[in-house]
């Protein structure tokens, strides 16, 4: 660094560095459709497209901890974001106990919409399902109802997104039903070039016949016997 002069405008005589780096690229545009949301959730919404993670984390434990953003704000964010902010605006919604019965059925009427146009080129739907996900399979058992239909429609339509299905997959396996076990037993039986897939769905099975009742009506169902299981009752 002794080539450039000390009288060099690029030197930085505050931090301690030769070189100060500036990120010159404009700040991206808001868009006029959140204008129903509250100030400090557009400017969250700016700052968690931040692209370095670590930024991002720390803005997303802001917007949790911001009293100035309502519950409202969030359930009204998440229905419009894109899926990179929607996945930290369903954390925080979680994390604040704040979902409502009517932001979870909004919530699934867009999911189940990006599902019908995902790509395998368009990972929107895949992100904010995967994360979905996770976040529906600590909810009580009555709530996890609702995101059922979703999950065995994803599921059964593997082939077109496998990621997604691995999500749907694990879910079903925490909040399924016998009738579960014999459609992951039909994808078990299809799937033969996705390791992970396969791998994710025998964990999903095992988990759902560890209920007792749910191994007997597989067991039944499988014997084409439907009465078996009462003649045997523990």
């Known amino acids: 660094h002794y080539e450039v002069p000390l009288t060099h405008p690029g030197r930085d005589r505050e931090s301690g560095r030769i070189w100060r780096i500036s990120y010159l690229k404009a700040e991206p545009a ?34 949790i901890a911001d009293s100035e953003i309502g519950d409202d704000d969030l359930r009204r964010a998440i229905l419009s974001a894109q899926a990179p902010q929607a996945v930290i605006y369903l954390e925080a919604l979680q994390r604040r106990e704040a979902f409502d019965e009517a932001t979870i059925r909004r ?7 990006l599902h019908k146009q995902s790509t395998d080129s368009d990972y929107s739907f895949t992100r904010l399902w995967s994360h979905f996900c996770v ?42 039903s016998s009738d579960d076990v014999n459609q992951m037993l039909e994808v078990l039986a299809e799937v033969s070039d996705d390791p ?10 095992r988990n759902l016949l560890r209920s007792e009742a749910t191994f007997r009506l597989v067991v039944d169902r499988q014997l084409g016997r439907g009465d078996c299981g009462r003649s045997t009752a523990s």
């Open 30 to 63: 808001l868009s006029d459709t959140a204008s129903e949301e509250s100030d400090t959730v557009i400017k969250a919404q700016a700052s968690l497209a931040n692209f370095n993670p670590a930024r991002r984390r720390i803005e997303t434990e802001n917007l």
């Open 107 to 113: 919530l699934l009427m867009r999911l189940d919409l």
């Open 135 to 176: 976040v529906a399979a600590e909810w009580p058992a009555d709530r996890q109802t609702a995101v059922l239909p979703l999950a065995r429609r994803v599921l059964h339509t593997w082939s077109n997104d496998p990621r997604s299905a691995r999500a749907a997959a694990e879910f079903l396996g925490k909040a399924g």
């Open 196 to 205: 992970t897939l396969r791998q994710v769905v025998r964990i999903a099975v």
